[in-house]
């Protein structure tokens, strides 16, 4: 069996995104995690 963990927590200000946590940011029109 192959598992794989998607670290994607926190806010993301080196992103230069403060106001919303990286895991409902969007890829296209697609959350990036569901």
Do not use: V, W
């Amino acid at each position: 069996m192959i598992y794989a963990g998607i670290l994607a927590g926190g806010t993301g200000t080196r992103m230069g995104i403060s106001n919303l946590p990286k895991q409902f940011l969007e890829l296209g029109d697609r959350p990036i995690l569901i």
